[in-house]
């Protein structure tokens, strides 16, 4: 059986990308525009899974966005899945080990902050993890972790949207283990805490990706009101169907990150 591994980090050490996404639940269109030259399934990168949730089809490309060289992660690890937090931020390191230098994540949140309805875009300053059952008590003590996501990149995103006549808000993602959605009693929680949004995934592929030396943005597509805070229950399907309210907007951010100069603006915090 033909090797798939070796031809495609060929094509990686031809284009030499310094830059990686990863795409998170619905939002595979955001790479409109992207030329694929060569890509590979997830099973078949020793240390990956392939991903059982719909909307992550598994599997990293490598191509052009107009004439830039990028790295794409289509789909993402999670640790409800059965994975290991090893095996979740296995992409991030063979990002690294592949010579990206900027990684931007992407992800569907749950929107905590009242400017933060379905559709809207948040970018990550900050997270708050509660992943393991010591978490809440380490948040109640004033525990936080900072300066994982970079400045730079996000006065460059704050510029492309001052460009296009919108305005980006910059908050506090919390990332919880999931499968479950959270309760109200927890989004309660979240929000005296300061938390703008939540979801299952980014941070500790942001914080893999810092320890590794990578400089890090990252973006909430909010697909729903939190829990307790709209008048409908939750479902994947409504995540899927939402993300692709900002697909265009997302994709135009993205593309302002792997093409474009450090324009520099102030940010606006949410």
Not at 22 to 35: H, N, P, R
Not at 112 to 132: F, Q, V
Not at 192 to 199: E, I, K, L, P, R
Not at 228 to 248: C, E, F, M, Q, Y
């Amino acid at each position: 059986m033909a090797d798939p591994v070796t031809p495609f980090i060929q094509e990686v050490d031809r284009l030499s990308p310094r830059t990686a996404i990863v795409v998170g639940s619905g939002l595979a269109g955001v790479t409109a525009g992207f030329y694929e030259t060569a890509s590979i399934a997830f099973a078949d990168i020793p240390g990956l899974a392939s991903p059982t949730v719909h909307g992550h089809s598994g599997r990293v490309a490598v191509g052009r966005w107009e004439g830039a060289p990028v790295l794409i992660f289509f789909g993402r690890l999670h640790f409800y899945e059965g994975n290991t937090w090893e095996v979740v931020t296995a992409p991030v390191r063979l990002a690294a080990k592949l010579g990206v230098k900027v990684l931007v994540l992407t992800n569907a949140a749950g929107g905590i902050h009242p400017s933060l309805d379905p559709g809207s875009l948040m970018a990550i300053r900050d997270h708050i993890t509660l992943l393991n059952r010591d978490d809440w008590r380490r948040l109640a003590a004033g525990a936080r972790l900072r300066n994982l996501y970079s400045p730079s990149l996000i006065s460059r995103m704050q510029y492309h949207e001052v460009t296009t006549g919108q305005e980006l808000l910059v908050g506090t993602y919390a990332g919880l283990t999931g499968p479950c959605y959270e309760t109200p009693a927890e989004i309660r929680a979240l929000r005296a805490f300061g938390a703008d949004a939540v979801g299952m995934s980014t941070a500790k592929e942001a914080e893999t990706a810092v320890g590794l030396g990578l400089e890090v943005a990252a973006v909430s597509c909010v697909t729903n009101w939190a829990a307790g805070l709209g008048d409908a229950p939750l479902a994947h399907s409504d995540v899927l169907a939402n993300a692709k309210l900002a697909v265009g907007r997302m994709g135009g951010l993205l593309r302002h990150l792997v093409c474009q100069g450090s324009n520099r603006v102030g940010v606006r915090l949410a």
